[in-house]
């Protein structure tokens, strides 16, 4: 198999493939492919990957180069040993990941599970404390029928605004939103509204900290992860909006032990003024959840001074 490298301007893409990204016809994609894609896209360091996945550099190389050869296009680009994804592995991340969590899933090494009721996700996460965690996505156009009052607010403005953050249609309601900005890493944390639920909940100490940080940083693993920021990257990459129902348990900075909470979140597609993607977040907790598999015996009242279905 022989190395060559073709030159983009200062960068080279180095292929270790004599099919030159051509795309073969009895190729097929295997979870050790997608793994390793997934691997090196958020690590950006083959070594890093290699210690991760338990396996050689050459495995490593030679499951990106068939990858590469089955998608048709470069994945990464490499420049002085060091790893950078392609627009096109950058656009082609998030899918894999969901590819491999559906696989992790089937397999019953999840203790998340999803599935689809016309057209919208349901999500179901069980803690190793068994505690159980609900997620419902509803339409859009629930807000308009019957929408808490913020959060009208919110989503007529995210229209007025044309999707900027910084325009001004957005300052009445930036004081209740997180925003966020996505890496091959994670989602970074850029701002939390000083009236956030974030802020509110978990107080404004901890809020003030999260600032930088991934939202992976808080190490209760992929599953959990994936339950409170899997629909993040669709909404993300697509720019639309998307309303989902929450019943979860979630520690607050007074408290360690988790807690229930039911809340509502709207995911809202937003683009900062370079340009680039972005992804802002309004919850509110409210006792105004409609979630079908949630048991009647865990719906919990939410406490009047964390309820936030008021007229901002």
């Known amino acids: 198999m022989g190395i060559m490298r073709y030159p983009l301007g200062k960068t080279q893409i180095r292929v270790e493939s004599d099919s030159l990204y051509q795309t073969k016809g009895n190729a097929e994609v295997t979870v050790a492919m997608l793994r390793a894609f997934v691997t090196l896209g958020k690590n950006l360091n083959l070594t890093k990957t290699c210690e991760e996945l338990g396996v050689a550099r050459q495995t490593v190389r030679r499951h990106i ?65 068994e505690r159980e965690f609900f997620s419902q996505q509803h339409p859009i156009s629930k807000i308009a029928e019957d929408g808490l009052p913020i959060m009208k607010r919110t989503l007529s403005a995210w229209g007025k605004a044309h999707t900027q953050i910084e325009d001004p249609a957005m300052a009445d309601v930036r004081p209740y939103l997180v925003i966020y900005r996505k890496n091959p890493s994670g989602w970074i944390c850029v701002e939390i509204g000083v009236k956030s639920a974030y802020a509110k909940w978990f107080g404004w100490t901890w809020s003030k900290s999260a600032i930088g940080k991934l939202s992976e940083a808080d190490n209760a693993g992929d599953d959990y992860n994936d339950f409170i920021s899997g629909a993040y990257a669709r909404i ?77």
């Open 65 to 129: 180069n068939e990858l590469e050869g089955i998608k048709g296009q470069p994945l990464f680009s490499v420049q002085n040993r060091e790893y950078s994804l392609t627009p096109f592995g950058n656009a082609l991340l998030a899918d894999a990941e969901i590819i491999l969590r559906q696989i992790k899933a089937w397999s019953g090494q999840s203790r998340l599970t999803r599935r689809s009721s016309n057209w919208l996700e349901i999500a179901h996460y069980l803690d190793a404390s």
């Open 236 to 312: 993300h990459g697509e720019g639309g909006v998307r309303l989902d129902h929450l019943f979860a348990y979630l520690p607050r900075e007074s408290n360690p032990d988790p807690i229930p909470i039911s809340f509502q979140r709207l995911l809202m597609g937003c683009a900062f003024p370079d340009g680039a993607p972005g992804l802002a977040v309004l919850v509110l907790m409210t006792n105004q959840v409609e979630i079908d598999a949630l048991p009647e015996k865990d719906v919990l009242f939410v406490p009047n001074d964390l309820v936030m279905d008021f007229e901002p």
